[in-house]
Structures are given as structure tokens and as C-alpha cells.
């Protein structure tokens, strides 16, 4: 895993939209077969508030999600920056797009964020990833090989909520912005597939 210093010095272009959608080019990725393949998840993503906490009931998720209420961000992002949503707090989503080539096929592929603020759960194509609990300080990676579709746009929705009750710290309504609500993601490839950033490392 990268160090943060490293991490938040990367430069990517991030792909966000549906199937109806083209996916955005990746992010910048190495070549080096002695080494793990990262392709950049930064840049462009859709998002939205969820304040009535139902976007899990009505799918937001889904690679059919209609795009029409959501608005693009760049990420790494912190919603609280934005003028609409200074006093916010709860339950906000992130998608994008990204491609899976198929020289990722014998490959183990993962996703890695930095960060995310304070709880995320993440889709890939419409299908539970996994879940990084109330631990908004720490980097965290996920295998999402067996999720992908090779050689075809891949969609990756993340719920975050940042709400705050009586038995957290800090308490109240105060916020933390030495960390993003959603930091830098990558997808790696190694000679076995990883993926966040996305990381894919080859299997041997």
C-alpha cells in the first residue's frame, strides 16, 4: 500500500457515469511488469446527498442509476467546501466508471482508498464490495476481481456518511478537514491483478 505522502501526490483522471454513459479515460497506470499496475481513481466523479437515507433501498448503486439528480465532483473532495452543503451531515453518495482491460483476467484486482469520512460501503456493478466502519483516518483496500466485467465499463458507487452522534469524538457538530469526506482512490494491476487506486498484480 502506498504511503499517504505518496499517494496524495498522484495526479489522476477519474471516469464517473451509467451505461448510458462512455466511462472517462483512467488515470495514469504503469506498465512495468515487475511491479503492480495502478491506474488512478482521482478526478471526476458523480455525487449526491442522500438525506433521506433511501439510496440504498431505491439502488443508487446500480450500474442503471439514472444520473439526472447527481452533479460532478472532483475527488479527492469534502462536501462541506461546497456552499450547498457547508452544514451537512449524514449520508452522501460518489460513482464513477472505469475499464477493466482483459490482460487483468489472471490478475488479482483491488481497490484502495486513503480515506474515507467516516464510514463507507462500496459497490462494484451493482454488488456489495465491503464496508470500511467508523474508521474515517485510515487507508483501507478491497479484491473486487471477482466483480468485474473484463474488457467493459465497470461501475463503482461508494456511500459515505459523516453524521456524528453523542458516542463519537469529536462530538457535536464540529468536523475534522485535515481529511476529506472521500480521499484518493487508485485501481493497481500487478502481474496478478490489484485494484484501488486500481491495483492489478499478476498471479505467479
Known amino acids: 500500500m502506498h504511503s499517504r505522502r505518496k499517494f496524495l501526490t498522484q495526479a489522476g483522471v477519474l471516469a464517473a457515469g451509467t451505461i448510458a454513459t462512455p466511462a472517462?479515460?483512467?488515470?495514469?497506470?504503469?506498465?512495468?511488469?515487475?511491479?503492480?499496475?495502478?491506474?488512478?481513481?482521482?478526478?471526476?466523479?458523480?455525487f449526491r446527498t442522500d438525506s433521506g437515507n433511501v439510496g440504498k433501498e431505491q439502488h443508487w448503486y446500480g450500474s442503471n442509476e439514472s444520473m439526472g439528480a447527481w452533479h460532478k465532483v472532483r475527488v479527492p473532495h469534502t462536501w462541506q467546501v461546497d456552499p450547498a452543503f457547508v452544514d451537512y451531515r449524514g449520508v452522501a453518495w460518489y460513482r464513477r466508471t472505469f475499464d477493466a482491460p482483459s490482460e487483468w483476467q489472471n490478475s488479482a484486482a483491488r481497490i484502495e482508498f486513503e480515506a474515507?469520512?467516516?464510514?463507507?460501503?462500496?459497490?462494484?456493478?451493482?454488488?456489495?464490495?465491503?464496508?470500511?466502519?467508523?474508521?474515517?483516518?485510515?487507508?483501507?483496500?478491497?479484491?473486487?476481481?471477482?466483480?468485474?466485467?473484463?474488457?467493459?465499463?465497470?461501475?463503482?458507487?461508494?456511500?459515505?456518511?459523516?453524521?456524528?452522534?453523542?458516542?463519537?469524538?469529536?462530538?457535536?457538530?464540529?468536523?475534522?478537514?485535515?481529511?476529506?469526506?472521500?480521499?484518493?482512490?487508485?485501481?493497481?494491476?500487478?502481474?496478478?491483478?490489484?485494484?484501488?487506486e486500481i491495483q492489478v498484480r499478476s498471479h505467479g
Open 116 to 196: 474515507v469520512f467516516h464510514t463507507a460501503t462500496i459497490w462494484v456493478n451493482g454488488e456489495l464490495a465491503g464496508e470500511h466502519v467508523r474508521k474515517g483516518y485510515t487507508a483501507f483496500v478491497l479484491d473486487i476481481t471477482h466483480l468485474l466485467r473484463w474488457e467493459s465499463s465497470n461501475t463503482i458507487a461508494v456511500r459515505v456518511d459523516n453524521a456524528f452522534d453523542e458516542h463519537m469524538v469529536p462530538r457535536g457538530h464540529s468536523s475534522d478537514w485535515a481529511h476529506d469526506a472521500i480521499s484518493p482512490a487508485e485501481t493497481e494491476s500487478l502481474p496478478s491483478p490489484l485494484i484501488c
Open 24 to 46: 472517462l479515460p483512467a488515470g495514469e497506470k504503469t506498465t512495468d511488469l515487475s511491479a503492480p499496475e495502478t491506474v488512478s481513481l482521482c478526478g471526476q466523479w458523480w
